[in-house]
């Protein structure tokens, strides 16, 4: 598919998505959430993806939802309920295992099987922060910046942002960013649990796609896809209800190529060949 507003790329087994309004600070609109949506999908299934980076071109990450764009482009939107409704006709059987929490307009990244890495190269405000919080990880360059937006604009925690940044930097700190709208640098990120790590914006895309090939290279697909889904479904449940369902995919792993394979080739001494089976 030839994508207008992204940009993607297979190196490695590393699927890198670009949003790529670069003139805009990659501003969200119906026309990008459309492709990023068919793009995650793709590499989602794509046997030859291992993990994927999330980036934008230029300066920035996203710059939140492109407020002209939405009024002015009325008939972009289409292409966006083309796409949610490709997901609601979704086969029933790919989606049964899938928490209906993770089938809202965007709460859908943690279904995604494989590991995502936010690469934000820059600022990351209002939608385009929540974009990054259903990430799995979050790594910033020294250069980016990051806000909510929303009181600033009249409006509210939106898109589930009131259930992911408490979890993530707490309930006061949730509470500053929300009701302040201020605009944190990336020390301050990662001192409150925002992001993981920060690294020197001119080795920042080199040090994430290190970080990315050693998960591609080195760890078992199969066990990054059912820790994924183990970590998301333990927000919901018990620590009983986490440990009987950590000990029935114990035992699932014991039977596992992958298994097998981890195991021999750290007697043998030598690099790992994963399948995910």
């Given at each position: 598919m030839a994508y207008q507003q992204i940009q993607v790329d297979v190196t490695d087994r590393i699927f890198t998505l670009t949003l790529n309004r670069p003139d805009r600070l990659n501003a969200w609109t119906p026309v990008m959430e459309g492709e990023v949506h068919h793009a995650l999908r793709d590499a989602d299934s794509d046997e030859n993806v291992r993990v994927i980076v999330l980036t934008g071109a230029g300066r920035g990450f996203c710059a939140g939802a492109d407020l002209e764009t939405l009024t002015g482009l009325a008939g972009d939107s289409q292409i966006a309920r083309d796409y949610e409704e490709q997901l609601a006709t979704t086969d029933a059987s790919s989606q049964s295992a899938i928490r209906s929490d993770f089938r809202k307009t965007y709460s859908y990244l943690p279904a995604i099987s494989?590991?995502?890495?936010?690469?934000?190269?820059?600022?990351?405000?209002?939608?385009?922060?929540?974009?990054?919080?259903?990430?799995?990880?979050?790594?910033?360059?020294?250069?980016?910046?990051?806000?909510?937006?929303?009181?600033?604009?009249?409006?509210?925690?939106?898109?589930?942002?009131?259930?992911?940044?408490?979890?993530?930097?707490?309930?006061?700190?949730?509470?500053?960013?929300?009701?302040?709208?201020?605009?944190?640098?990336?020390?301050?990120?990662?001192?409150?649990?925002?992001?993981?790590?920060?690294?020197?914006?001119?080795?920042?895309?080199?040090?994430?796609?290190?970080?990315?090939?050693?998960?591609?290279?080195?760890?078992?697909?199969?066990?990054?896809?059912?820790?994924?889904r183990q970590v998301y479904e333990a927000l919901f449940q018990g620590l009983g209800e986490a440990i009987d369902s950590a000990n029935g995919e114990m035992i699932k792993s014991f039977l596992s190529e992958d298994f097998k394979e981890g195991v021999a080739h750290f007697l043998e001494k030598r690099p790992p060949r994963f399948t995910g089976q």
């Open positions: 494989k590991p995502i890495i936010a690469a934000l190269n820059g600022p990351a405000v209002g939608l385009g922060l929540v974009i990054s919080l259903y990430c799995d990880i979050r790594f910033a360059s020294d250069q980016a910046k990051f806000g909510t937006a929303f009181a600033r604009r009249g409006l509210i925690a939106e898109h589930g942002i009131s259930w992911l940044l408490p979890r993530l930097v707490g309930i006061s700190n949730a509470f500053d960013l929300l009701y302040s709208a201020r605009v944190i640098e990336s020390a301050e990120a990662l001192n409150m649990g925002l992001v993981t790590r920060v690294f020197p914006h001119a080795s920042f895309l080199e040090e994430v796609r290190k970080y990315a090939r050693e998960l591609a290279d080195l760890a078992s697909p199969r066990s990054q896809r059912v820790i994924k």
